[in-house]
């Protein structure tokens, strides 16, 4: 969806079902799309990316209206539910396909994101690694990873892992969750 009430946000944080999971509950969020971005391959598959060959980072593209959440909304939530203090790595997931990123659509963002990133220096154990880059191509995963946690929340990693991510969310941020 793009219209004059509709931006883009491209968003890495280790998997794609956490980071989906989450930001299909903001209020003012139209769509989000898991899928990979970052690599020097073509239309990658989820299994070239996991390989970590394909220089991918699994992401989401968050397609969203930002009168009713702004990009610093979206940044606000990013950073607290992954730990984007491990480089090429989300908890057991590991490699550059997990790493932590901001992949800005405007040069606003990326100002916005390194204005983030410096303002919360020392709120974490060890310093932000979360790269700020340009946005490339964006490549939308195979169908069956989209809305993956309302599909699959009874399987174990999306109870151990996703379902956490998502109560964290709801805890945090009831301001921004969806009213409906």
């Known amino acids: 969806m793009t219209d004059t009430t509709s931006e883009t946000a491209i968003l890495a944080g280790g998997c794609f079902w956490c980071l989906e999971a989450v930001f299909l509950l903001a209020e003012g969020v139209h769509t989000v799309t898991s899928g990979y971005i970052g690599g020097h391959v073509d239309a990658p598959t989820y299994h070239q990316v996991c390989d970590g060959t394909t220089g991918h980072a699994e992401a989401i593209r968050i397609e969203f209206d930002p009168a009713r959440i702004t990009f610093d909304d979206l940044l606000d939530i990013f950073f607290a539910i992954h730990d984007p203090t491990t480089l090429n790595r989300q908890g057991n997931d590991v490699g550059t396909q997990y790493r932590s990123a901001?992949?800005?659509?405007?040069?606003?963002?990326?100002?916005?994101?390194?204005?983030?990133?410096?303002?919360?220096?020392?709120?974490?154990?060890?310093?932000?690694?979360?790269?700020?880059?340009?946005?490339?191509?964006?490549?939308?995963?195979?169908?069956?990873?989209?809305?993956?946690f309302s599909r699959n929340g009874h399987q174990p990693y999306c109870q151990v892992i996703v379902a956490p991510k998502v109560q964290k969310f709801l805890r945090a941020f009831p301001q921004r969750v969806r009213s409906t």
């Not at 040069?107 to 020392?122: K, V």
Request: net charge negative.
């Open 102 to 148: 901001i992949f800005a659509t405007t040069p606003a963002q990326a100002a916005a994101a390194q204005a983030r990133i410096a303002a919360l220096a020392g709120a974490y154990h060890a310093p932000i690694v979360t790269e700020v880059v340009p946005a490339p191509v964006f490549w939308p995963a195979e169908p069956y990873h989209h809305d993956y």
